[in-house]
């Protein structure tokens, strides 16, 4: 196997300045630590009542700057996965048996209703797998050869979303526990690592060249981190699609459609697509390295009682089902499948909360 070429990381040209970016607050880790930063808090809850994405700056303490250095070693171990041969990584696909973890080649997925299929390879790291919570999967050598690493990286994903689980349970008037205590760590969900790999595309942006069609996520949060651009956000009350500028020292982090499910609709799971990055930056490989945090498998999908749930009277929609969270994962993913999808009712089927509106205060 050919050495991947570190260098060329710090060839990426910059992102250009004369494209619409989406206006994401920009949250302090640091100042969250801080008990008595009471307008850090505010500032996270009302980023993820009105777009919810925001920055989360990592620097200037210790978890922060740990998750950084581990962030760019993991960006290494996807460069070497996916730089194995291709009848090599084929060896560790595993949607024929209705798994979610493994690899993913490209095309594997449908995009939209029509069956479009995406323009990424994917490969997915089971937590449960990694902390010898569920019984391993098959991996290449290269990956078992930094269990410990990704274990590590878990771990100090799992300690970032305490902080911000904690927050968001305060803010919405609910133990400071509530949140934390439908996602530990040790408990079996569907968290995992995801490695991202979207080669470039000579085609101009448009629905056809996105390499992941609009969306959102299953879960609760997710910390993404990426060098190029690509990801884009479609603006509440708004059809227009705008870029989300990678910012060094900060992750991207964004609410998932259970988020939504447990506020009954104060928080919001926003719309997000990938494409073609803007400008030179088109012409290189987009990496992304993404945690996503899911609920327990036994969690069930519905509002939380109390606090401001209660206080502003919101409900969940009538004759929506309470599916708990095994059911909720393998339903949304196996309908993006090409070996599942048929046609618009298993597009429709695999939907969250994307097309019903969130209640914004």
């Known amino acids: ?9 710090e060839k990426l040209p910059p992102f250009p300045d004369d494209v619409p970016t989406a206006p994401l ?40 700057e740990s998750i950084l250095r581990q962030a760019d070693a993991m960006f290494d171990l996807a460069e070497d996965f996916f730089a194995l041969p291709e009848e090599e990584k084929r060896k560790y696909d595993f949607a024929a048996q209705g798994k979610y973890f493994g690899y993913k080649g490209m095309g ?15 490969y997915n790291i089971s937590k449960d797998d990694i902390l010898s919570i569920s019984e391993p999967l098959p991996a290449p050598e290269l990956i078992n050869n930094r269990r410990s690493d990704l274990s590590t990286y878990i771990h100090t994903n799992y300690t970032i979303l305490d902080v ?6 305060r803010s919405l008037r609910l133990e400071p526990s509530t ?15 995801r490695f991202i790999r979207a080669p470039p595309s000579t085609k101009p942006v448009s629905e056809e060249t996105a390499a992941l069609g609009e ?5 609760s949060l997710t910390i993404l981190f990426n060098r190029l651009g690509g990801l884009q956000v479609q603006l509440p009350q708004s059809q227009d699609w705008v870029y989300v500028r990678p910012v060094p020292g900060c992750a991207i982090v964004n609410l998932g459609d259970a988020m939504v499910k447990f506020s009954a609709g104060i928080l919001r799971s926003n719309l997000h ?3 073609t990055p803007p400008g030179e930056q088109a012409k290189h490989t987009r990496y992304s390295l993404v945690y996503f945090s899911r609920p327990e498998h036994e969690v069930v999908m519905k509002r939380l009682p109390g606090g401001l749930i209660d206080e502003q009277g919101v409900t969940s929609p009538d004759g929506e ?41």
Request: aromatic share 8%; proline share 3%; charged share 30%.
């Open 1 to 9: 196997m050919p050495a991947v070429d570190r260098s060329r990381e």
């Open 25 to 64: 607050v920009t949250i302090s880790l640091s100042k969250l630590l801080h008990g008595d930063e009471d307008d850090e808090h505010a500032q996270l809850f009302q980023a993820a009542k009105s777009l919810g994405f925001f920055y989360l700056d990592m620097r200037g303490c210790p978890v922060g």
């Open 108 to 122: 594997k997925e449908v995009i939209d209703g029509e069956g479009t299929r995406d323009r990424n390879e994917i």
């Open 164 to 169: 911000l689980f904690t927050s968001l349970s």
């Open 179 to 193: 949140l934390s205590n439908l996602h530990r760590l040790h408990a079996p969900s569907g968290c995992h690592v």
């Open 215 to 219: 969306h959102t996520d299953f879960g």
């Open 273 to 275: 697509r990938v494409v």
């Open 321 to 361: 089902t309470e599916e708990k969270t095994r059911d909720w994962m393998l339903r949304r993913h196996l309908g993006r499948k090409i070996e599942y999808f048929t046609g618009p009712e298993s597009w429709q089927n695999a939907m969250g909360t994307e097309k019903r509106d969130v209640v914004v205060q």
